[in-house]
């Protein structure tokens, strides 16, 4: 009898959002794709579009949070991505925020939210000034002036 009564509870629990997700459901295209539950609260009633929506906005307002998500979709990616493109814009250093996109290239099951990224990381053995310079020249070319399409955040070239 107890372990039916857990499990209902549990349902009811999740159902209801009480309890917080650290990855997206199973069969879901970014399936991979795991975050730390103590640095993200994402409520367990939220569709897939917007647990992704709500990852985004928590890496937007602390960017350094994006090194406890493994496999980040391209979504998570390009937020990174805008803000390597407002800092250089605005002559800062985005060397910190370059190194968290190297790291999560390190999986093989990261997908690439730039053309020729992992590629680049690669080139230039995992150095964030290389990495930096591959991004100016896509930025240059237009590659990374595009709106993610869950996010909502406007990327910024140079």
């Known amino acids: 009898m107890f372990p039916i009564l857990t499990q209902a ?9 009480f309890d917080t997700l650290d990855s997206f459901p199973p069969g879901h295209a970014h399936a991979r794709t795991h975050w730390s539950g103590a640095h993200f ?3 367990s009633d939220l569709k897939p579009d917007q647990i992704e929506r709500a990852v985004c906005e928590k890496i937007a307002n602390t960017p350094m949070i994006f090194a406890h998500i493994a496999n980040p ?10 803000m390597i493109g407002s800092r250089v814009q605005h002559g800062g250093q985005p060397l910190d925020l370059v190194a968290l996109l190297i790291s999560a290239y390190r999986s093989p099951y990261t ?5 020729g990224l992992r590629a680049a990381i690669e080139v230039n053995e995992g150095d964030p000034r290389g990495v930096l310079d591959f991004l100016n020249d896509a930025a240059a070319f237009g590659v ?3 709106t993610p399409h869950q996010s909502g955040l406007k990327l910024v070239g140079r």
Do not use: E
């Open 41 to 43: 609260d994402i409520a």
């Open 73 to 82: 979709t391209p979504d998570m990616q390009r937020v990174i991505l805008g």
């Open 144 to 146: 990374i002036d595009a």
């Open 9 to 17: 509870l549990a349902y009811v629990s999740r159902v209801c959002g």
């Open 111 to 115: 997908k690439d939210a730039l053309p």
